[in-house]
């Protein structure tokens, strides 16, 4: 029942995000005007919106136009109902769970945006620092309201911890950017890719967001050798990777401390 809520959760949550994902990058109003069909302008009534249901049952279709609605609205609402279900089976519902699927809602949002458009909007790209950077706070928040308040020095420490590890990340993206940039003459880190970072690493903290970047680098390596000098959007590799690593997160410290241990 819990995980079911949190379901329907994410796919409304997808909804919105489709709206950002076609508006933000045309600079348009998110809130304004309301949706409707972008070839024939009839407003869309609610029954036209239910997440998932509404492609469905129109078939992909205009419900005024016939003309066909993309696979990638229905696909980026299951993604994220998929988000907020799974991480529901890892922390149960509470705000860490909210906050926590809704950073990896704006990296899907972004490794959309960046596979159309090879740039991605600040807009949505700081937001997902900050609530990754916030996250010891919404916990203190939450535990505070349910009654459950720990040691105040462990909120503290994951605060200064954040913090702390948004900074390396950032900074160690901006080194390899500028090393990149100096030994091939091009960008291949934008400054996308260094908040991107940060939030992994304010999300993840140390062992775990090296291995995130690992693991994005090789997910990266097959489209990129046949892309032949195409550009490969990095973001979505990025988000995978920060994905895999969070789900997985226990194997990937019994690895870490097999390694070095
Ligand atoms: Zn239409």
Redesign the pocket.
Known sequence: MELLFALFIGLAIGSFLNVLIVRIPKGENVAFPPS???????PLKWWHNIPLVSWIVLRG???????PISKLYPIVELITGLIFLIVAMKTGLNAHWFVVSLIFALLLALSVIDFEYYAVPDSLNFTALVLALLLPLVDFGWDWIVGDLKDFDLYRHALILSFKNAAIMGAAFFILGQVVKFLIKKDALGEADIVIAATMGALLGFPLVLMAIYVAALLAIVPALFARGHMVPFVPFLALGTWIVYIFAPTFQHWWTMIYA
């Open positions: 409707h069909c972008p070839k024939c302008d009839n279709k205009c419900a005024y136009c016939q003309s």
